[in-house]
C-alpha cells in the first residue's frame, strides 16, 4: 500500500544515494586543519602537479651569493660570519636590506608569537588564538619579550612573515615550531628547515611537515627552480614563470598581486645551497622594489626558490633589538627569528 510515508521514502532514499555519489566523486580541496590536528589525508600539490618532497631534491649551487655580497654595505655579523646583515640599493631605485643565515650548528630558526600565545584556528579555518583573544605586537617588542628567549641562544634577527589583515587575523599558512605541527595547509607554500640543517620551499602535506623542524606558510611562491616570477609572464618559460606558478590557494590573491606589481615594502625568504656542502637562508625586507626585482635579487644570490611573505605596514624586521626600517610597523602575529648559541 501506497501510504504518504511510503512515498516519502521513495523520494528521498535515491536523492540522497544520489548526493553521497556525487559528493564521493569530489575531490577534496587543500583546507586549512585546526591547530595542533594534523589532516593526513591533504595531499600535496605543485608545478606541474608533482609534490616537492623533502627527501632528494636537487637545487642549483649557489655561485653568485659572495660576489652579491662584495656589491653590499655588510652592516654586521655573527656567529662567525655565519648570520650576516646586509643592505643595498637596488637597480630600480629600491632598498634592500637582508640577512644572509647560512644552516650551521649554533644558529637556529623559528617561529615566534605575539604575547608567546598560542594559536589556534576555528572548524572554517580562519585563525584565531587558543584562549580566545587577539594577539598582536610590533616584531621589535615580540623579539625582546621573555617568550622569545632560548636557553643559551642569542636572539640577533627577526622579522615579519605570513600574513595579517582584516579577514585573517594571523598567517594561514602551515607552522610547525620545534617539530610540532600547529597548522597543516597543502594548499599554500611554506619553508621548511629539517633536523639535519637543510632549507626547502614547497607546498607541504601534514606527512611532508614531519620532517620538519620549523615551517612557516606564506606565498605565493616568487622564485622557483632558478626561475624568477613575472607579471608579463603569461606561460612558464626558461627564465621566467607566470604569478602563483604553483596555483597557491589564497583568499586575497588579488591583493597579493597588487603589492608585488607596485613598490609597496615586502618581505621574502630564498632558500640555495652552498657549493661546499650546506644550505642557505636569506630573509629579505624592501622598500621601493616591485617583487620581480627582489626576486632577481635573489636567484643572483644563487637562491633557488623563494617565497614572498608579509607586506605594506607589515613589513617590519629588527636586528639585534633595532628596527632595520626608520618607520613604526603595526602590530603582527608572529614572526620568524634567527638565534645564535651564547659563547
Not at 623533502?54 to 649557489?62: N, T
Not at 605575539?114 to 584565531?128: K, Q
Request: charged content about 20%.
Amino acid at each position: 500500500m501506497l501510504t504518504p510515508r511510503n512515498l516519502a521514502l521513495i523520494i528521498i532514499v535515491p536523492l540522497a544515494a544520489a548526493l553521497l555519489a556525487v559528493q564521493a566523486g569530489q575531490v577534496r580541496p587543500a583546507v586549512l586543519s585546526r591547530w595542533g590536528a594534523a589532516v593526513a589525508d591533504q595531499a600535496s600539490v605543485g608545478l606541474m602537479g608533482k609534490a616537492e618532497p623533502l627527501a632528494g631534491r636537487a637545487a642549483p649551487a649557489v655561485v653568485g651569493l659572495d660576489e652579491f655580497n662584495r656589491g653590499s654595505a655588510l652592516l654586521d655579523s655573527a656567529a662567525d660570519g655565519a648570520v650576516q646583515s646586509f643592505r643595498r640599493a637596488l637597480p630600480g631605485g629600491g632598498t634592500l636590506a637582508y640577512v644572509v643565515v647560512r644552516l650551521v650548528e649554533g644558529v637556529h630558526v623559528g617561529v615566534i608569537s605575539a604575547d608567546g600565545a598560542t594559536p589556534a584556528s576555528d572548524a572554517a579555518g580562519d585563525t584565531m588564538w587558543a584562549d580566545g583573544g587577539r594577539h598582536l605586537q610590533p616584531v621589535a617588542e615580540m623579539a625582546a619579550a621573555p617568550y622569545a628567549a632560548r636557553d643559551g641562544m642569542d636572539l640577533v634577527f627577526a622579522m615579519a612573515f605570513g600574513f595579517h589583515g582584516d579577514t585573517r587575523t594571523s598567517d594561514e599558512g602551515s607552522v610547525v615550531v620545534d617539530g610540532v605541527i600547529h597548522r597543516v595547509n597543502a594548499g599554500r607554500s611554506a619553508l621548511c628547515v629539517t633536523p639535519d640543517l637543510r632549507a626547502v620551499i614547497g607546498m607541504f602535506n601534514a606527512s611532508d611537515l614531519m620532517g620538519c623542524a620549523q615551517a612557516a606558510g606564506a606565498g605565493p611562491v616568487i622564485l622557483w627552480q632558478g626561475r624568477a616570477v613575472s607579471l608579463a609572464a603569461d606561460r612558464p618559460a626558461d627564465d621566467v614563470l607566470p604569478f602563483n606558478p604553483l596555483g597557491e590557494d589564497f583568499a586575497q590573491l588579488d591583493w597579493r598581486k597588487k603589492i608585488y606589481a607596485g613598490r609597496y615594502p615586502k618581505t621574502a625568504i630564498g632558500v640555495g645551497e652552498l657549493p661546499g656542502g650546506g644550505h642557505v637562508l636569506v630573509l629579505a625586507t624592501a622598500e621601493g622594489a616591485l617583487g620581480e626585482e627582489i626576486a632577481r635579487a635573489l636567484r643572483e644570490m644563487g637562491c633557488s626558490d623563494a617565497l614572498g611573505g608579509d607586506d605594506d605596514t607589515s613589513t617590519q624586521a629588527v636586528w639585534r633589538g633595532q628596527p632595520v626600517w626608520d618607520r613604526p610597523g603595526r602590530p603582527v602575529p608572529d614572526a620568524v627569528a634567527v638565534y645564535v648559541s651564547l659563547p
